[in-house]
């Protein structure tokens, strides 16, 4: 079955940098497109990255220019470096499949990610 574990969240100052990672398995990793979404408490999960089966990617104005999304294929892993956070980025963060290729994967725990002085 497909798992999806994210990792390293935290709690950053504004302006901060983290770099988050989706470690994915029971899937072809390679041949899906992935995002990365995140879910403020009250609010809806939205598509903050994704990135193409061929490595193009796409973001929303609200994190373009300051995150950036990658992966690599042999280690079945998806990355989000976010720089510049700032207190509206703090959210609870996921990996899975954009939900326009499908019906989404389970779910994982997501990782925290925290903006605050």
């Known amino acids: 079955q497909v798992q999806l574990v994210e990792s390293g969240g935290g709690l950053v100052q504004p302006g901060g940098s983290l770099r988050l990672s989706c470690a994915a398995s029971?899937?072809?990793?390679?041949?899906?497109?992935m995002g990365w979404y995140r879910q403020a408490p009250g609010k809806q999960r939205e598509l903050v990255a994704t990135i193409f089966s061929g490595g193009s990617t796409n973001y929303p104005d609200s994190v373009k220019g300051r995150f950036t999304i990658s992966r690599d294929n042999a280690k079945n892993t998806v990355y989000l470096q976010m720089n510049g956070l700032k207190p509206e980025d703090t959210a609870v963060y996921y990996c899975n499949r954009p939900s326009w290729s499908g019906s989404p994967w389970p779910w994982g725990q997501g990782t925290q990610v925290t903006v605050s002085s």
């Open positions: 029971g899937i072809r990793f390679s041949i899906y497109a």
